[in-house]
């Protein structure tokens, strides 16, 4: 999935970035509200992890102005202030999930995987497809019941080719949804990722290139 990750704390933020790269996300950072807007309003974020207590813009006010403008990104809001009236407050603005600091990382990276899916159409818990079995929750792999180890992009890219079931996905959609925004768009880098996948699946191929578009599992 792709990621914003807005918070003022530097530390934390780049943390909880850091975090949820480990989990194969593409994740930006920015450290003030202006940021996180001019970022949301550029980019086709799925999870927005949001911070309450933003400087330049507040949360409360990214929120609304996201929910305001049609925003498909689901938003998880991040606050030190843990009374009920605080997250009725948040989820009262238009905030998908609340969570309050301290927290533990394993908790936010399952509440941004549990609102990913509702940021998109519903997909089964398994991606199956020509042989394949893909696990977003465990993280695994395996084509005929034989376990595939694979790195972190190949799994999203293998991810975004399942979840299209059967249709094209072009190579912008996959930088996109797999790398951040300081990767170079004129990069090789979907390319050599999908030859990597297509070694590490195996014979029969089942990536097929689509000339002019980008690349299926039929």
């Not at 970035?17 to 974020?45: C, I, M, P």
């Not at 004129?186 to 297509?198: M, N, S, Y």
């Amino acid at each position: 999935m792709r990621l914003l990750v807005a918070e003022d704390e530097r530390l934390l933020a780049d943390a909880i970035a850091e975090w949820l790269r480990q989990e194969t996300h593409a994740v930006d950072v920015a450290y003030d509200g202006a940021a996180a807007l001019e970022r949301a309003g550029v980019n086709d974020y799925d999870v927005i992890v949001l911070d309450r207590d933003l400087p330049l813009v507040h949360g409360d006010d990214v929120c609304a102005h996201l929910v305001a403008s049609g925003s498909q990104a689901r938003l998880l809001m991040l606050t030190a202030a843990g009374e009920v009236s605080d997250r009725v407050a948040g989820l009262s603005l238009g905030a998908d999930d609340y969570l309050t600091k301290p927290f533990a990382f394993p908790e936010l990276a399952a509440r941004v995987l549990a609102l990913g899916r509702r940021s998109r159409p519903a997909a089964p818990p398994v991606l199956r497809r020509r042989g394949i079995a893909l696990d977003p929750a465990r993280r695994e792999v395996f084509r005929e019941h034989l376990y595939v180890p694979l790195a972190k992009k190949e799994f999203a890219v293998l991810t975004e080719l399942l979840r299209a079931d059967g249709a094209a996905v072009s190579t912008e959609h996959l930088l996109e949804k797999a790398w951040d925004e300081h990767t170079d768009p004129f990069t090789g880098a979907v390319r050599l990722t999908v030859l990597k996948l297509r070694r590490k699946l195996g014979d029969p191929p089942v990536i097929e290139t689509v000339t002019g578009v980008g690349y299926r599992i039929p």
